[in-house]
Each structure stands twice: as structure tokens, then as C-alpha cells.
């Protein structure tokens, strides 16, 4: 990790642990730092790292807060609007690439935020632009313990984009079924 990505990851944890401050002007100051942050290449793989990989030195509060700040990123910037700026698509290819893995081995509080940023991602971008979803998730059912309840939770909320679909529509569920 260059020097410059150690600074992000640095100031990302201590603008997330003073978001957790009593004191409101700390929060302030750190929402403000967040906001700054966001706008750098590669926040969002910032967040999900801090979020679930063990060689990040960050505490509980601080890795669910990056969690629910990714979620909250997705949510806004994932498909983007004419008042906002879609993430890059190398911060979203990294990001698919790797949320089935972190909502796998994530803890409980981590891994509910990193489903419902999987779920936004799925209902944006698979089965078009995420066609190895479902073999990913084929691929950890069959695994055994803990990868086969990751991936039925993550199977479940994907399944649940099909579920007032009609027709045509489902067509990719099919797929999903088969499996």
C-alpha cells in the first residue's frame, strides 16, 4: 500500500471513531473529513476494507461504521444522478468483486450493512454487469459451514429482486433456481 493509500486509510479510521464522539463538535468535524474522503479514487475499496480485512488495525464501532458508510455510498453514488457522480468503475469492480467474500466473513453487525450494500449493487448491476455472481454464490454454498450461510443470505437478497417480477423478467432467476 503506497503512502498515499496508508494516509486514507489513517484518516478514514480516526474521522470514523470521532463520528462515534459524544462531543458534537468532534462529530462535525469528522463528517466534514468524511465528506472530503469520499471524494478520492478508491474510498469505496477504502471502506470495505477497513469494514471486514483483519490486517486494517481498526475496532468494532470503527469497522461497522465503515460498513454503514459504504452502504450509504453505494446507495448514493453507485448508479450516480445528475447531481451526483457515480463512483469509477474500477472502485465498483473492486467492490463487486469482493462483497460476496466480506458479507461470507463478516461478523454479524458488519455483515447486515455489507447485505443490503450487496442487495443495491444486484438489483443495479446483475445479471448484466455481474454475470459471475451466481457461480460466486454456487461456488460457496457448496463450500460447508460458514461460506454456505454467508451464501444463502446473500442468494436470499438476490432472490428477493425477482420477487414481483413477472414473465420475462424473472429470467435470470431461472439461472438462480437451477443452481
Same mark, same amino acid.
Not at 150 to 155: D, E, P, V
Given at each position: 500500500?503506497?503512502?498515499?493509500?496508508?494516509?486514507?486509510?489513517?484518516? =478514514?479510521? =480516526?474521522?470514523?471513531?470521532?463520528? &462515534?464522539?459524544?462531543?458534537?463538535?468532534? @462529530?462535525?468535524?469528522?463528517?466534514?473529513?468524511?465528506?472530503? &474522503?469520499?471524494?478520492?479514487?478508491?474510498?469505496?475499496?477504502?471502506?470495505?476494507?477497513?469494514?471486514?480485512?483483519?490486517? $486494517?488495525?481498526?475496532?468494532?464501532?470503527?469497522?461497522?461504521?465503515a460498513?454503514?458508510?459504504?452502504?450509504?455510498?453505494?446507495?448514493?453514488?453507485?448508479?450516480?444522478?445528475?447531481? $451526483? @457522480?457515480?463512483?469509477?468503475?474500477?472502485?465498483?469492480?473492486?467492490?463487486?468483486?469482493?462483497?460476496?467474500?466480506?458479507?461470507?466473513?463478516?461478523?454479524?453487525?458488519?455483515?447486515?450493512?455489507?447485505?443490503?450494500? =450487496?442487495?443495491?449493487?444486484?438489483?443495479?448491476?446483475?445479471?448484466?454487469?455481474?454475470?459471475?455472481?451466481?457461480?460466486?454464490?454456487?461456488?460457496?454454498?457448496?463450500?460447508?459451514?460458514?461460506?454456505?450461510a454467508?451464501? &444463502?443470505?446473500?442468494?436470499r =437478497?438476490?432472490?428477493?429482486?425477482?420477487?414481483?417480477?413477472?414473465?420475462?423478467?424473472?429470467?435470470?432467476?431461472r439461472? $438462480?433456481?437451477?443452481?
Open positions: 500500500m503506497g503512502d498515499g493509500a496508508q494516509q486514507h486509510y489513517e484518516q =478514514l479510521i =480516526l474521522a470514523l471513531g470521532a463520528s &462515534l464522539s459524544p462531543d458534537q463538535a468532534r @462529530r462535525d468535524e469528522s463528517e466534514r473529513a468524511l465528506a472530503q &474522503l469520499e471524494q478520492l479514487p478508491g474510498h469505496a475499496v477504502a471502506l470495505f476494507r477497513v469494514a471486514v480485512d483483519p490486517q $486494517i488495525a481498526a475496532g468494532n464501532e470503527v469497522r461497522q461504521g460498513a454503514v458508510a459504504l452502504k450509504n455510498l453505494v446507495a448514493r453514488r453507485w448508479q450516480g444522478s445528475d447531481k $451526483i @457522480r457515480p463512483l469509477s468503475a474500477e472502485d465498483k469492480a473492486a467492490v463487486r468483486d469482493n462483497v460476496v467474500e466480506g458479507v461470507i466473513q463478516a461478523p454479524g453487525a458488519v455483515r447486515a450493512q455489507l447485505g443490503v450494500a =450487496l442487495k443495491a449493487i444486484a438489483y443495479a448491476d446483475y445479471p448484466h454487469a455481474w454475470p459471475g455472481l451466481l457461480e460466486q454464490l454456487v461456488r460457496n454454498l457448496a463450500a460447508g459451514d460458514r461460506r454456505t454467508g451464501a &444463502l443470505y446473500a442468494m =437478497l438476490l432472490v428477493k429482486k425477482y420477487e414481483y417480477k413477472s414473465g420475462a423478467e424473472r429470467e435470470p432467476l439461472g $438462480i433456481v437451477r443452481a
